[in-house]
């Protein structure tokens, strides 16, 4: 159980394009969805957070104009990254939490590889 | 600022031998860590957690360890193997419902034959 798709898991795209990237939680509700950005070598740090049917609330640094979250389901939210350029080339990977328990359990998924040209 | 850290960026261990893995945390506020092992290209994958009331853990074949005197957190794997080689993250949650997670820089275990 608690497991969480994300597609496509690479894309490569010309600068200037937008781009967008899916996350769903496959058997259960996810409240609260994360995205999160990561570069080689480094640690994973979170962009935004996003609840079903309300804006996403974005780390500080993280231009919400850019990285177009929308969590229309709750078993779905997506990630578009707009006039995506070669500095935007990451791995981005989505986290689902189903709201229950305390603390609140965040299952991954196996991360999409973006490149931009 | 607040921070998570690690103190190891490589860890090299021989097949068999045990692993540890350590973490030091800055926020005194913290009260839920996570390990997770990361594979090349895949996202992180939970290992074992430890509420901040607790001083230690196990879970099969792995310990975690909490000193919140010293602000440390460490990940002990028992006879490590191969399939082990992996970046470890320690990561903090706060507030303990819906929060955001804050990940430490990780430690890549290289495990030797």
């Known amino acids: 159980g608690a497991v969480v798709s994300q597609h496509p898991s690479r894309v490569i795209c010309k600068s200037g394009t937008s781009v967008k990237i899916e996350c769903r939680s496959l058997d259960f509700q996810a409240t609260t969805m994360f995205w999160y950005r990561q570069f080689p070598k480094q640690s994973l740090m979170l962009m935004a957070t996003?609840?079903?049917?309300?804006?996403?609330?974005?780390e500080q640094g993280v231009e919400k104009d850019k990285f177009l979250i929308n969590h229309a389901s709750l078993t779905l939210s997506t990630l578009t990254v707009t006039s995506a350029h070669p500095e935007d080339s990451s791995f981005y990977i989505c986290s689902a939490s189903p709201g229950q328990g305390a603390p609140e359990t965040q299952y991954f998924g196996p991360g999409t590889r973006l490149l931009v040209l | 600022g607040e921070s998570v850290g690690l103190h190891l960026p490589t860890l090299s261990v021989q097949e068999g031998d045990n692993s540890i893995i350590n973490c030091a945390y800055s926020?005194?506020?913290?009260?839920?860590f996570i390990w997770y092992k990361q594979e090349s290209g895949k996202g992180p994958q939970f290992i074992i957690d430890?509420?901040?009331?607790?001083d230690k853990r196990q879970g099969q074949r792995v310990t975690v360890l909490l000193n919140k005197t010293v602000k440390h957190l460490s990940l002990q794997i028992a006879a490590t193997q191969p399939g082990d080689s992996a970046v470890y993250f320690c990561a903090d949650l706060r507030g303990g419902t819906a929060s955001k997670l804050t990940f430490g820089t990780g430690t890549r275990l290289q495990v030797t034959l």
């Open positions: 430890i509420r901040s009331n607790m």
């Open positions: 926020n005194s506020a913290s009260d839920y």
């Open positions: 996003s609840n079903e049917g309300s804006k996403a609330t974005y």
